[in-house]
């Protein structure tokens, strides 16, 4: 079975520029998930969606992130305009569903450095 | 509190040795899921091994066993015959659920252990 996809795997902006990621999740998953991962910390919840629709994006900060998942399968997240505490691995997950029992796997993720 | 505590925040371990990399966990729920994951220093997270609380047994995958202390609320990694490639930052995870199949809550994570075998 083909894992989560991620793109691009590197990013490098200057501050106050633009930038999108891409997220394919696994076939059938209905779940998925954004992460943002500041070097030496544990993954912090962006946003979580449940086949199309929002279930939890109380840490996504709004005024410059943004997220859809239009169809229910691929998912982008944007950051506009890019600020230098921006500089982070983020991550794409995905579940079968959302019961505690569910693991997430997660894409290679995509480095994000904001110069 | 931390719902999540990793003692270790970094481990040297000698290559084919036996590591045991520790999780402590608080809550009060009475059904909920404990995830190990790794992550190399290429970035990717990869996920190694789940325990439910309602499991009798310790769960085991090939190399990976998990070593559940449910009144002791202790879920410790064990990795058997350590090898070069398991050099990587290791992440203990709870998620807490009222059912089975319908919870929103967020997957709760350590700080991570970095571990380093030498060969």
């Known amino acids: 079975e083909a894992g989560v996809a991620q793109s691009p795997r590197y990013k490098i902006i200057e501050k106050r520029q633009s930038v999108a990621f891409w997220c394919n999740p696994i076939?059938?998953?209905?779940?998925l998930y954004w992460y943002q991962q500041i070097l030496g910390q544990g993954p912090k919840l962006l946003i979580q969606?449940?086949?199309?629709?929002?279930?939890?994006d109380s840490q996504l900060p709004k005024d410059r992130f943004s997220a859809e998942r239009l169809k229910g399968v691929d998912s982008t997240l944007k950051i506009q305009p890019a600020k230098l505490e921006d500089s982070a691995v983020y991550l794409c997950?995905?579940?079968?569903?959302?019961?505690?029992?569910?693991?997430?796997?997660f894409g290679d993720g995509t480095r994000l450095s904001i110069l | 509190a931390q719902k999540i505590t990793q003692t270790q925040p970094g481990m040297f371990v000698q290559e084919k040795e036996a590591v045991t990399l520790d999780c402590t966990y608080d809550?009060?729920?009475?059904?909920?899921?404990l995830f190990w994951y790794k992550q190399p220093s290429s970035g990717e997270m990869i996920f190694l091994i789940y325990?439910?609380?309602?499991d009798e047994q310790n769960a085991t995958e090939g190399r990976y066993s998990l070593n559940f202390q449910k009144a002791r609320k202790s879920a410790n990694l064990v990795i058997s015959a350590s090898q070069l490639g398991d050099s990587a930052m290791y992440f203990c995870?709870?998620?807490?659920?009222?059912?089975?199949?319908?919870?929103?809550?967020?997957?709760?994570w350590g700080a991570g252990t970095k571990l380093i075998i030498k060969p």
């Open positions: 969606f449940q086949n199309n629709g929002v279930v939890d």
């Open positions: 325990q439910g609380s309602y």
């Open positions: 997950a995905s579940s079968p569903g959302q019961g505690y029992n569910q693991p997430q796997h």
């Open positions: 995870a709870m998620r807490e659920g009222a059912a089975l199949m319908d919870s929103n809550y967020q997957l709760i």
């Open positions: 809550t009060s729920d009475q059904s909920y899921g």
């Open positions: 076939s059938g998953h209905a779940t």
